[in-house]
T-cell receptor
Framework: KNEVEQSPQNLTAQEGEFITINCSYS?????LHWLQQHPGGGIVSLFM???GKKKHGRLIATINIQEKHSSLHITASHPRDSAVYIC???????????FGTGTRLQVTL | DAGITQSPRHKVTETGTPVTLRCHQT?????MYWYRQDPGHGLRLIHY???????DKGEVSDGYSVSRSKTEDFLLTLESATSSQTSVYFC???????????FGEGSRLTVL
């Protein structure tokens, strides 16, 4: 069992919909990252969270340390949001990361 | 954008040949990582470094070695490439203080 689990694995939405991607982890963490990877593209860090909530444009990330759970929300989704979203838990003295397997999001017109 | 570059970006090689991938950063970050990304597995840590000449193994280190003789360069070497090492390899860097994470563009390696 992976120490970091994401759901759903695949998600299709229509433009304008509100989207939620979930991440649960079983390890103790110092921070949690949300990453975005477009098809054939590189990986970009969207958020780093250790508590509470962060917002950037239409993206919102939340984390509940007690429940070991984080969510990534996309408001007013757009086709350019189509990508794989990956959560990664940071832990240990060398800041090692454990990754979820990703959520593939497709937003259609 | 963070200054992190990988080379080569694409490489095709034959089984049994040595391969070295280079990760170069201009951010002076302490931590550097090599990951491989395969369908169904997500990103898996091969090796990481927490300083010059300080490296350690990750979860899939067999068949790989690394070196970091300068802060800015982290080399990943496949001593004798195998087909199972066909993958996309990503380098990442992270600051000690901020914890921010930056990835290179990826290196696609095909071992025939």
């Amino acid at each position: 069992k992976n120490e970091v689990e994401q759901s759903p694995q695949n998600l299709t939405a229509q433009e304008g919909e509100f989207i939620t991607i979930n991440c649960s982890y079983s390890v103790g963490i110092s921070a949690l990252h949300w990453l975005q990877q477009h098809p054939g593209g590189g990986i970009v860090s969207l958020f780093m969270l250790s508590s509470g909530k962060k917002k950037h444009g239409r993206l919102i990330a939340t984390i509940n340390i007690q429940e070991k759970h984080s969510s990534l929300h996309i408001t007013a989704s757009h086709p350019r949001d189509s990508a794989v979203y990956i959560c990664a838990a940071r832990s240990g003295t060398a800041s090692k990361l454990t990754f979820g397997t990703g959520t593939r999001l497709q937003v259609t017109l | 954008d963070a200054g992190i570059t990988q080379s080569p970006r694409h490489k095709v090689t034959e089984t049994g040949t040595p391969v070295t991938l280079r990760c170069h950063q201009t951010e002076n970050h302490r931590y550097m990582y090599w990951y491989r990304q395969d369908p169904g597995h997500g990103l898996r840590l091969i090796h990481y470094s927490y300083g010059v000449k300080d490296t350690d193994k990750g979860e899939v280190s067999d068949g790989y070695s690394v070196s970091r003789s300068k802060t800015e360069d982290f080399l990943l070497t496949l001593e004798s490439a195998t087909s199972s090492q066909t993958s996309v390899y990503f380098c990442a860097i992270s600051g000690h203080d901020t914890g921010e994470l930056f990835f290179g563009e990826g290196s696609r390696l095909t071992v025939l």
